[in-house]
């Protein structure tokens, strides 16, 4: 693919209503760019962040020191010293969205920033955090990242009713997206009694997708099943999908469309393929339905470009497949819920030691 030129794989998945977003932001890219290349040819149309990529960013390029040694002559510490990095980042974005923005009428064109993993288990301070975020990144096509744990959904509700954007991330199972919606309709329903523009709230679910096969295929070797590997993540994501869809028949949730809500998006996060032995577009080409989003790390989207296939929507229609699927892991004695509840305290475990790795970081360019 030349330079200017479009992808027609891309093209096409987008066509077929699926939001390309890149998992991925760094500095580099943002100030080489390569991201505004990636959004002029290979159909991205939005960004997602979490700690993780942030502090492999700092870690590996030189293009924050500067603002760093700025910041620390200014008497600010390390962790608002990060905070100042991160969304000055997501800010460049924003702005480089901001045209897609504008003509999706806020459907895309979003960028993704994450509340500290640490308050994963406060349901008033991530609220409190979600919206300090909201007001510094001053973008409105900011989304906020909140962990879907117990105490993270009840703070997505409290985080809409003030109008702030979240992308609700660590979503591992079909229950916990139904939630998850569920604590949207709620959000919304305050976010009116606040006097807020419905049609201006905006919501993503993220489902971890490669995830769950990695956790359940590497159960099925224990037992001696390998020849079930790989069959639990799409089968799980499409009854995500179903579940989350169940949620818009609600009378709830018609009041609220009367009112100009948009229904929360599904997001497939995850989509990188972990087992070598799996086509590196599983993940992107097994979820193509219309009206989500699929974020894919640079790799992944590289993958797609060159040699991604469609075959139609892989989602609707095929719930009774999918939990004949999860059944017959269940009945190999995989325990799901377990699965799921393992994920989701890794997830959060993984995020806040890339925290605390982001932070430490921060400190080395600091001497």
């Keep these: 693919m030349t330079e200017g030129e479009d992808n027609g794989r891309l093209r096409a998945l987008t066509e077929a209503g699926v939001s390309i977003w890149l998992d991925e932001l760094s500095r580099d890219i943002l100030e080489n760019g390569e991201f505004e290349r990636l959004v002029r040819s290979s159909s991205v149309v939005g960004v997602t962040t979490n ?4 502090a492999n960013a700092i870690a590996r390029s030189s293009r924050y020191a500067l603002q760093l040694k700025r910041l620390a002559g200014n008497g600010i510490d390390v962790t608002e010293s990060v905070r100042a ?6 800010q460049q974005a924003a702005d480089v969205l901001r045209p897609i923005w504008e003509k999706t009428d806020g459907v895309d064109g979003r960028v993704s920033l994450e509340v500290s993993p640490e308050l994963a288990g406060d ?3 991530t609220i409190a955090d979600a919206i300090q975020l909201w007001e510094l990144v001053d973008r409105p096509n900011l989304l906020v990242k909140i962990p879907a744990t117990r105490a993270g959904v009840r703070a ?3 985080a809409l009713a003030a109008g702030v954007n979240v992308n609700v991330t660590l979503v591992f199972s079909p229950r916990r997206c139904a939630e998850v919606g569920e604590a949207f309709v709620d959000g919304l329903e305050r976010a009116r009694e606040n006097g807020h523009d419905l049609a201006a709230v905006h919501s993503v679910s993220s489902l971890f997708v490669s ?3 990695t956790e359940v295929d590497r159960r099925l070797d224990i037992r001696g099943v390998p020849e079930m590997r790989g069959r639990a993540a799409l089968a799980n994501a499409r009854l995500a999908h179903e579940a989350l869809a169940a949620v818009w028949e609600s009378p709830r949730w018609h009041s609220l469309a009367a009112d ?3 229904p929360q998006r599904l997001l497939w996060a995850s989509t990188g393929v972990k087992d070598p032995s799996f086509p590196d577009t599983k993940y992107v080409t097994g979820l193509v339905t219309h009206g989500t989003v699929s974020t894919m790390p640079p790799t992944t989207l590289s993958a797609f470009a060159d040699h991604g296939e469609l075959a139609g929507d892989r989602v609707v229609g095929l719930g009774k497949e999918a939990a004949a ?6 009945a190999a004695g995989i325990d799901l819920d377990d699965v799921y509840d393992t994920l989701e305290r890794e997830g959060v475990a993984k995020f806040a030691a890339s925290w605390r790795a982001l932070h430490a970081s921060a400190s080395a360019f600091l001497g």
Excluded: C, Y
């Design 51 to 54: 700690p993780t990529i942030f």
């Design 85 to 90: 990095l991160t969304i000055w980042d997501v």
């Design 123 to 125: 349901t008033d301070a």
């Design 156 to 158: 997505v509700s409290g």
């Design 211 to 213: 995830r769950v096969d």
């Design 260 to 262: 100009g809500a948009r």
């Design 325 to 330: 699927d999860l059944a017959a892991l269940a």
